[in-house]
């Protein structure tokens, strides 16, 4: 509707470790949508009985600012946030190799701070990027985008407007590396081909992300190999 | 393919799920091994020891080991010691058997108040730390104890060794050049005594530059010329 | 319930570090008492909202986002639209922000630049009516705290300004009883512009704009918001420390002096 080929991607800026208190955060822009992610830990277990003796807890919050969107949200969480700050969790917690810290907790925090369809998605992006940024061993990045159908035409990334006419939404969240899907939904209606269909084109467009948040990452930390300072370095660590 | 890939071979900046190597190698600190491959965990610079493959990370928490020195401040006091934050996931604990002043009587809290205080800092030592229990501290040994004077600097832990430099060639700069004493606790909480004032204030302002631009060339000479330029204004041993 | 704070999570030798400095009239980061640090001022960066504004002050960032509703009117005055603050200390800001009802410390930062905004009649609600004792507009100002490094206040105080005087909203005519909206859009009546200017007493110095360091070792601080034309509006005191009649003179004189300053730097935004 905006212009766009079926199956192209809204535009997308990432920024990495932009917060000064969090221990990781990233931002993203994804079409119109803002959001802000942030990562505290690995940190103490508070309250202390949540804490688990084998890895971390991991927690995520997903919530929308009350002037993300149209109608002026109440900042009180509602029942859809809550759904998805525990799918979110869900789709991001395969990646953290939270066994290096028993009995501590790492939060995931996730702002939408302008909402135009797709934020779980971008939410995904961006807190996996966070996650990275708080240095937490990951086996990988997460990347996630949403699919969906309007006029009978399976189309990439709906916006707001096209949401709200469509009659299907697919988010999906994927791991590249492992090709594994961490987190799907769907509502609407669709065929099993106009789904799978879908699905595929919603996986091509998570490596498509996958590989701007590795440019986001290497844009923040780019490092210039210095042999000499750095040797004493390596025998430190090892 | 089998071996080394071109971002291990080059010591370029990898982030998770990068792939270091492919066949008998190991995989050493900050990776990870699946199937024949190995993959970098977090973000940093790639690097290879004999057939070990490691990644130096940019960022992340600290992890105390064994014998680290490390700075802490105390936040509360116990029947038989104090609980120590040690700016880890973990709270440490300093019993009152490991301080010079026990004498093996019975501790009694006020007696433990005159030793340390809530929000005193001190340089302890790690003697204890495993996955089943929070790091226990020592403050027996030379040069360890309550920290009265100078001022403290706090950088990511993962940059204290390039603060102290191939064979302490960096701090040996810090040091001489500002006129203070540099004691770099392996939790990146830095302690900078001088005999005024500004002349901690210089080295403490060299520290925060050498964690900002610790991936870049020629750093050692930069931050001396800054110290230099700054020292400028300043009497020393006022 | 209002209960004491938990004791900072500051050692006290870092205390005793801004304390020193502070004796000898230096301040941690090199700023004079009547320095502000780096202010930077961005309106409109959420464009679906009616207006919106970010701010930085040294490395606290503060997002304000203002939005225009239609609502039914308060019945002691029912010709007048409602003005309402809120601000939410989000925990991405700082490690001990817990998700939840606001707690103290952010109601009374909405309170305060609540009063600010209301007392010195910045926006004529008169103009927001629509249909007396039934039908007035509602314009919400949501601050939303992204990083905390002292002094928000004053931060919050600015984004909530600057996101109400950027603000745009459709342009309309009531007839009979009804909102009929036009094609233009048109800016709030604003018809003031507060600032305040929060001083904090550490050791018997003054300084303005506290960083969290300094914030955490203060005694007690004052925040004065003052109106364009050099009225106070607004004043609170905070902590648990105490000032002398005197100094509270000479922090009123230097906060209507210094909100001359913020003041033009976020109109000069507007344009």
């Not at chain 1, 966070?130 to 990988?140: F, K, M």
């Not at chain 2, 203070?180 to 002349?199: E, F, K």
């Not at chain 2, 631009?213 to 041993?237: F, Y």
């Not at chain 3, 601050?143 to 600015?158: K, T």
Request: net charge neutral; with cysteine; glycine share 8%.
């Amino acid at each position: 509707m905006d212009g766009r080929r079926l199956d192209e991607l809204r535009p997308i800026k990432l920024e990495v470790g932009i917060l000064d208190k969090a221990d990781g955060s990233a931002y993203i822009e994804h079409g119109r949508n803002k959001i802000l992610a942030a990562v505290f830990g690995p940190r103490e277990a508070h309250p202390k009985h949540i804490a688990l003796a084998d890895r971390a807890v991991v927690k995520c919050r997903y919530h929308m600012a009350p002037f993300s969107t149209d109608e002026r949200k109440s900042p009180a969480p509602s029942r859809r946030e809550l759904e998805l700050s525990k799918v979110i969790r869900e789709s991001l917690e395969p990646s953290i190799m939270s066994e290096y810290f028993p009995r501590s907790t790492i939060d995931i925090i996730i702002e939408v701070l302008q909402a135009d369809a797709g934020t779980r998605c971008a939410g995904i992006t961006a807190a996996s990027l966070a996650l990275a940024d708080a240095g937490i061993p990951l086996r990988e990045l997460v990347a996630a985008c949403a699919a969906g159908k309007i006029d009978g035409k399976v189309v990439l990334d709906l916006s707001d407007i096209e949401d709200k006419k469509g009659d299907a939404d697919l988010p999906v969240a994927y791991m590249p590396k492992s090709n594994a899907i961490g987190l799907l939904q769907m509502d609407g209606s669709m065929t099993e081909e106009e789904l799978k269909q879908a699905l595929d084109m919603a996986i091509n467009a998570c490596k498509t992300i996958y590989d701007m948040q590795r440019d986001a990452l290497r844009r923040k930390y780019h490092i210039e190999r210095d042999d000499s300072e750095t040797e004493e370095v390596a025998e430190v660590k090892a | 393919m089998e071996g080394l890939t071109v971002l291990a071979e080059r010591k370029q900046l990898v982030g998770p799920g990068d792939v270091l190597a492919e066949g008998p190698y190991f995989a050493g600190e900050n990776t990870y091994r699946e199937g024949s491959k190995i993959f970098a965990s977090r973000v940093g610079m790639a690097d290879v020891i004999g057939n070990k493959l490691i990644v130096m990370p940019v960022k992340g928490a600290y992890i105390p080991r064994m014998d680290d020195i490390v700075l802490g401040r105390v936040f509360d006091i116990g029947m038989s010691g104090w609980q120590v934050d040690i700016y880890a996931p973990y709270p440490a604990m300093l019993p009152a058997s490991e301080t010079p002043m026990h004498r093996g009587r019975d501790s009694v809290r006020h007696d433990l108040r005159s030793i340390y205080g809530v929000g005193d800092l001190m340089i302890a030592q790690v003697i204890a730390f495993d996955r089943t229990r929070d790091p226990l501290l020592t403050t027996k040994g030379r040069g360890l104890g309550k920290v009265t004077s100078g001022r403290v600097a706090r950088i990511n832990n993962t940059k204290i060794p390039r603060v102290i430099g191939k064979k302490g060639s960096m701090i040996t700069m810090l040091k001489k050049e500002t006129g203070t004493d540099i004691i770099p606790g392996q939790n990146g909480v830095i302690l900078v005594t001088g005999r005024n004032p500004d002349q901690e204030l210089i080295a403490v302002e060299a520290i925060y530059m050498i964690e900002r631009e610790a991936h870049t060339t020629g750093l050692t000479d930069r931050v001396k010329a800054m110290i230099l330029e700054r020292m400028k204004g300043i009497t020393v041993g006022q | 319930m209002s209960a004491t704070h938990q004791p900072s999570p500051v050692a006290k030798l870092e205390q005793k570090t801004v304390r020193d400095l502070i004796l000898k009239g230096k301040r941690i980061d090199d700023r004079g008492p009547l320095d502000y640090r780096p202010l930077t001022i961005m309106l409109g960066t959420v464009e679906k909202a009616n207006g919106s504004a970010q701010v930085y002050l040294g490395k606290t960032k503060i997002l304000a986002g203002v939005k225009v509703q239609v609502g039914t009117p308060f019945p002691d005055t029912p010709n007048e639209g409602i003005l309402t603050v809120n601000a939410e200390f989000v925990p991405l800001a700082y490690p001990t922000f817990e998700a939840g009802p606001p707690d103290e410390n952010s109601i009374e930062l909405a309170r305060v630049v609540d009063r600010g905004i209301r007392e010195s009649k910045a926006i004529d609600l008169a103009k927001m009516c629509i249909d007396p004792g039934k039908k007035v507009l509602v314009i919400f100002v949501d601050v939303y705290v992204l990083d905390h490094d002292g002094n928000l206040i004053d931060a919050a105080g600015m984004a909530a300004l600057g996101a109400l005087i950027s603000a745009k909203m459709q342009a309309f005519e009531v007839k009979g009883g009804e909102i009929k909206y036009k094609d233009t859009k048109i800016p709030l009546p604003m018809q003031n512009y507060p600032v305040p200017i929060t001083s904090v007493k550490l050791d018997g110095s003054i300084i303005v704009d506290p960083c969290l360091e300094e914030e955490q070792v203060m005694s007690c601080r004052l925040t004065v918001t003052t109106d364009k034309d050099g009225n106070v509006c607004a004043m609170q005191k905070g902590g648990l420390g105490v000032f002398t009649p005197e100094e509270i003179k000479q922090i009123i004189s230097s906060s209507v002096n210094k909100s001359r300053e913020l003041r033009e730097k976020i109109l000069s935004k507007v344009n």
